[in-house]
């Protein structure tokens, strides 16, 4: 898995340079590559947390089930010197931090944030992909009109992704 996340993002780093190439200096180019790379950041964040969420989910309860279990302790097969007492106390901990962790994942919706911001970042990546291949056919002065609908189009999509995430705020003030 690990080579594969490697390749991959030396692949998607290796297309966006080159779609930076097609980009004429100015604020085509900027503001391109500024939600290009805003939105794989976010994507690369919160998939992250949500690997973070997933693997700690599993952790503690392993943990906390090998702490109960019996096994260890003074009498159990791992020896320390902790009383069943200690460990009721380590497992009430655990408890609480995987209920405060679980929330907290819960409550910022990082998998979701990690599908929207990888949808949101392949449509720019598309759009943009668009633009470079029509680009280079084009004249100079319908360049500057085709460049005028692409940004209006990268907006837009931007545009779709602030949007869903006012929605996605708004439901969490809400409790929702």
């Known amino acids: 898995m690990y080579i594969w996340k490697n390749k991959r993002n030396r692949i998607e780093e290796s297309f966006l340079r080159q779609l930076k190439t097609h980009f004429s200096k100015g604020i085509v180019k900027e503001?391109?590559?500024?939600?290009?790379e805003w939105y794989h950041y976010k994507a690369e964040h919160y998939r992250f947390l949500s690997y973070a969420h997933i693997f700690i989910g599993l952790c503690i309860?392993?943990?906390v089930a090998f702490l109960n279990s019996g096994l260890v302790g003074t009498d159990g097969i791992f020896w320390v010197e902790w009383d069943a007492e200690q460990i009721?106390?380590?497992?009430?901990f655990l408890a609480v931090i995987m209920a405060a962790i679980t929330g907290y994942?819960?409550?910022i919706k990082a998998e979701e944030q990690w599908v929207r911001a990888r949808i949101t970042m392949e449509e720019l990546k598309r759009a943009a992909v668009e633009y470079g291949t029509e680009i280079d056919a084009l004249?100079?002065?319908?360049?500057?009109e085709y460049e005028k609908i692409f940004i209006r189009k990268i907006e837009e999509i931007a545009r779709q992704e602030t949007s869903a995430w006012k929605t996605m705020r708004?439901?969490?003030?809400?409790g929702g």
């Open 105 to 107: 994942f819960s409550w």
């Open 170 to 174: 708004r439901e969490k003030k809400e």
């Open 88 to 92: 009721q106390k380590v497992t009430a």
């Open 31 to 36: 503001r391109t590559q500024y939600l290009l």
């Open 61 to 63: 309860p392993v943990v």
């Open 139 to 144: 004249s100079a002065d319908k360049k500057a």
